[in-house]
């Protein structure tokens, strides 16, 4: 009697515990095709973004080349506003200067270009990463820059800029759409 009773809460219980297991495997499929979802409506987001060539990008951290300052947290907002009209970029500098600027208080990332040359290469959609190269020149201090946004599906994205007569430096952050009736900025145009 004693026998019965424990094989069948034996029974019982080993019934429960496929329940619960069975449970879980449900709910962690359940899991995995929400953030599969979610990826795939990140991924599109980040396509449009970019194929509108309207987008803002907000850096988190800055790689630098000075000795024993590998990178840099920023704190404060910084941001690169990219339209096919203008490109206003306002950037923490973290290295030096080969030749003059017009006003050495000022980051030589702190600038505004009218019509920057934007290509896009190798766009997100379906791929891991893609490729935006800007061309642009500034008026103020008459610089060219090369700006290269290395763009993921997931919004993130690594800006490398390379300025005449200045060290180039990499920025990690995050892209942002902006939308047609918005300005291209926060910052305001400087002159």
Same mark, same amino acid.
């Given at each position: 009697?004693? !026998?019965?009773?424990?094989?069948?809460?034996? +029974?019982?219980?080993?019934?429960?515990?496929?329940? !619960?297991?069975?449970?879980?495997?449900?709910?962690?499929?359940?899991?995995?095709?929400?953030?599969?979802?979610?990826? #795939? #409506? !990140?991924?599109?987001?980040?396509?449009?973004?970019?194929?509108?060539?309207? $987008?803002?990008?907000?850096?988190?951290?800055?790689?630098?080349?000075?000795?024993?300052?590998?990178?840099?947290?920023?704190?404060?907002?910084?941001?690169?506003?990219?339209?096919?009209?203008?490109?206003?970029?306002?950037?923490?500098?973290?290295?030096?200067?080969?030749?003059?600027?017009?006003?050495?208080?000022?980051?030589?990332?702190?600038?505004?270009?009218?019509?920057?040359?934007?290509?896009?290469?190798?766009?997100? *959609?379906?791929?891991?990463?893609?490729? &935006?190269?800007?061309? #642009?020149?500034?008026?103020?201090?008459?610089?060219?820059?090369?700006?290269?946004?290395?763009? $993921?599906?997931?919004?993130?994205?690594?800006?490398?800029?390379?300025?005449?007569? !200045?060290?180039?430096?990499?920025?990690? +952050?995050?892209? $942002?759409? &902006?939308?047609?009736?918005?300005?291209? *900025? &926060?910052?305001?145009?400087?002159?």
């Amino acid at each position: 009697m004693k !026998t019965k009773l424990f094989l069948l809460g034996l +029974g019982a219980a080993i019934g429960l515990s496929l329940t !619960t297991v069975q449970a879980r495997d449900d709910s962690r499929q359940e899991r995995k095709a929400r953030r599969e979802a979610e990826a #795939a #409506a !990140t991924a599109r987001t980040v396509d449009s973004i970019l194929t509108a060539r309207r $987008f803002l990008f907000v850096p988190t951290r800055v790689v630098t080349q000075l000795p024993g300052m590998p990178y840099v947290t920023l704190n404060t907002y910084y941001e690169v506003a990219v339209t096919p009209d203008s490109l206003v970029c306002s950037l923490p500098y973290y290295g030096y200067v080969y030749n003059t600027v017009s006003d050495p208080d000022r980051s030589p990332f702190y600038f505004t270009a009218v019509r920057p040359s934007i290509d896009l290469q190798s766009l997100p *959609a379906g791929k891991k990463k893609g490729w &935006i190269v800007i061309n #642009a020149r500034e008026q103020y201090n008459q610089r060219s820059y090369i700006l290269t946004f290395e763009t $993921f599906s997931n919004g993130s994205a690594s800006l490398t800029i390379q300025g005449v007569g !200045t060290q180039h430096l990499q920025y990690l +952050g995050n892209l $942002f759409p &902006i939308s047609p009736g918005q300005p291209a *900025a &926060i910052n305001p145009e400087m002159r």
